[in-house]
C-alpha cells in the first residue's frame, strides 16, 4: 500500500533553472508533509514541511505546494544550484499515529552546470 | 551533522545471526524512530519509542525488535537473519511523541548491513 508515491525516480534539470519535485499521496488523513535531502552515505536532512491546511509555504529557494483536492505536492527549487543534486524524498505524517513518517520511493535531482 | 549517532556504519555478518544496531538521539529529543532502506523500497518505518517506551509499530518483522533505555538510546535488534534484510537502516530523533504535534525528525547517518 503506497500511501506516498513520487512518480519520477529522476530529474535533471540545467544550473539556474526551476526545478519541480512531484509528489501524489493517497491517505487524505495526512496533517504535515515533509521534503527531506539525501546525500549519498548520509541520513535524510529536513528541506521544509506543510501544513495540510496550508497551500504554500516557501524557505529561501524552496517552495512546496500543496493541492489537496488533488492529493498532490509539489517542491519547486529556484534557481537550481550543483549542491541541490540529491535525492528528495517527500513524506506524510499523521499526528495521532505517533509522528512515524510515510516515505514515497525518492526523486534523483540532477543539477549540471 | 544532525546530532544523531549510529554505529556501526557497516556490519556485514552470514544468514542466521544476529545483530545490534545503536542509536543515540540529539540531546533533548525523547522520541526514537527506526526506518529500513532496501535497495527495492523507499524508507520504510519500523517502529517509534518515546521515553522508553513503545509508542507506534510499522511493518517490523517479529524476527526484530528493538528498545530505548533510560539514557534515551536505542537498540534495534535483528534476528535469524536473510539475505533479504540487508539495507540501510536509519535511526531518527524528534522532541515530541508526534502525537497532535508536528513532528520534525533528524536522522542518523545509517547503519548499512550486508548480509551475506
Known amino acids: 500500500d503506497q500511501q506516498v508515491k513520487q512518480n519520477s525516480p529522476s530529474l535533471s534539470v540545467q544550473e539556474g533553472r526551476i526545478s519541480i519535485l512531484n509528489c501524489d499521496y493517497t491517505?487524505?488523513?495526512?496533517?504535515?508533509f515533509l521534503w527531506y535531502k539525501k546525500y549519498p552515505a548520509e541520513g535524510p536532512t529536513f528541506l521544509i514541511s506543510?501544513?495540510?491546511?496550508?497551500d504554500k509555504n516557501e524557505d529561501g529557494r524552496f517552495t512546496v505546494f500543496l493541492n489537496k483536492s488533488a492529493k498532490h505536492l509539489s517542491l519547486h527549487i529556484v534557481p537550481s544550484q550543483p549542491g541541490d543534486s540529491a535525492v528528495y524524498f517527500c513524506a506524510g505524517q499523521i499526528y495521532n499515529q505517533g509522528g512515524k513518517l510515510i516515505f514515497g520511493q525518492g526523486t534523483e535531482l540532477s543539477v549540471k552546470p | 551533522d544532525s546530532g544523531v549517532t549510529q554505529t556501526p556504519k557497516h556490519l556485514i555478518t552470514a544468514t542466521g545471526q544476529r545483530v545490534t544496531l545503536r542509536c543515540s538521539p540529539r540531546s533533548g529529543d525523547l522520541s526514537v524512530y527506526w526506518y529500513q532502506q532496501s535497495l527495492d523500497q523507499g524508507l520504510q518505518f519500523l517502529i517509534q519509542?518515546?521515553?522508553?517506551?513503545?509508542?507506534a509499530k510499522g511493518n517490523i518483522l517479529e524476527r526484530f525488535s528493538a528498545q530505548q533505555f533510560p539514557d534515551l538510546h536505542s537498540e534495534l535488534n535483528l534476528s535469524s537473519l536473510e539475505l533479504g534484510d540487508s539495507a540501510l537502516y536509519f535511526c531518527a530523533s524528534s522532541v515530541a511523541t508526534g502525537t497532535g504535534v508536528y513532528n520534525e525528525q533528524f536522522f542518523g547517518p545509517g547503519t548499512r548491513l550486508t548480509v551475506l
Open positions: 506543510i501544513s495540510s491546511i496550508k
Open positions: 491517505n487524505s488523513m495526512f496533517d504535515y
Open positions: 519509542y518515546y521515553n522508553g517506551e513503545e509508542r
